[in-house]
């Protein structure tokens, strides 16, 4: 466990000022409405926004936790601010973590014989349930890995030609509506960026592919996959943890697929039976 948390650049952190205020922003927050939201005056927001004050560590976490900011960019505040992180980042596999391993591992396998899958903040896979390479097996798909030695990116999978595109129904619009939400994430997390950035539909997008609406005939975006036993359709849900004091636990989620018509539970039920014996897949 660490409470180290550097600037993702190397390079110093930012000024407290200019970064509380990209954070307001950001949150669609006026100072006005902050200010009210938190009990600091307007004047003195603004003064801690322009450099003439300095904001003192009880008031800054509470302007963090007002405007929702992540436990990661609470820590770089906090450093901007010349205070020393607050929140620790331990690792996947820490000892500080194993209850909460369980816990998430028991939810993952619950939730068979639908697919789950346990996501960091750069999309990448820690563990999956036994259906999700169930569900690999039956439509033909063997996941490779865009760099050897990392583990496995859900990004990479939906958005690189070599992942399950040849699969996808409509995967223009599925990978469209993945990247918004992805690029929603991104602003703050320069890895990700990074990651998207370097993606290949990053160098071919237009204004009239940044509208993505679900059909009209269906209330979400479905993701559908060809397969042996015909057309497989999910929606996506995803859980987080309510209220993470690691910097890790915070960044985590697990990514549920929930199976959309009939004919896609009957699918899962039985090429699950076949794989049963795999449980829990662990990429880290």
């Known amino acids: 466990m660490s409470f180290a948390d550097p600037s993702p650049s190397g390079q ?14 950001r949150r ?23 450099g003439k004050a300095q904001p003192s560590q009880a008031m800054l976490l509470a302007l963090m936790d007002a405007l929702g900011v992540p436990l990661a960019e609470r820590n770089q505040a906090l450093m901007a601010a010349g205070f020393a992180p607050h929140y620790p980042r331990s690792d996947w596999g820490a000892q500080a973590l194993l209850q909460v391993r369980d816990a998430l591992r028991r939810l ?7 697919p789950a899958m346990l ?11 036994a259906a999700v390479p169930a569900l690999m097996r039956l439509i033909g798909f063997v996941p490779g890995q865009a760099t050897p030695g990392e583990p ?9 030609p070599d992942g399950l595109q040849r699969w996808l129904i409509d995967a223009p619009r599925v990978a469209q509506a993945v990247r918004q939400r992805a690029e929603a994430e991104a602003p703050f997390n320069p890895a990700l960026a990074a990651r998207l950035q370097a993606m290949p539909s990053a160098r071919h997008r ?12 269906s209330p979400v975006l479905l993701l559908q ?5 015909g057309v497989l359709s999910f929606m996506s849900a995803y859980t987080t943890l309510g209220s993470p004091m690691d910097v890790t636990l915070d960044s985590l989620r697990i990514d549920h697929l929930l199976p959309a018509d009939a ?5 899962l039920e039985r090429s699950h039976s076949i794989v049963r014996g795999f449980g829990l897949l662990c990429f880290q």
């Open 225 to 229: 996959l060809q397969s042996g036993a």
């Open 152 to 160: 496995l990116n859900l990004l990479d999978l939906l958005l690189r």
């Open 206 to 217: 237009t204004a009239a592919t940044l509208a993505v609406t679900p059909r009209p005939h």
């Open 263 to 267: 004919s896609t539970r009957e699918a």
């Open 119 to 129: 996501l960091d903040a750069q999309w990448n896979l820690l563990e999956t349930n």
């Open 12 to 25: 110093p952190p930012p000024r407290i000022g200019p970064l509380l205020r990209a954070l307001r922003v």
């Open 28 to 50: 669609g927050y006026s100072q006005l409405a902050l200010a009210l939201h938190t009990g600091v005056s307007q004047r003195h927001l603004s003064c801690l926004e322009t």
């Open 108 to 114: 993952l396998k619950a939730h068979e014989p639908a």
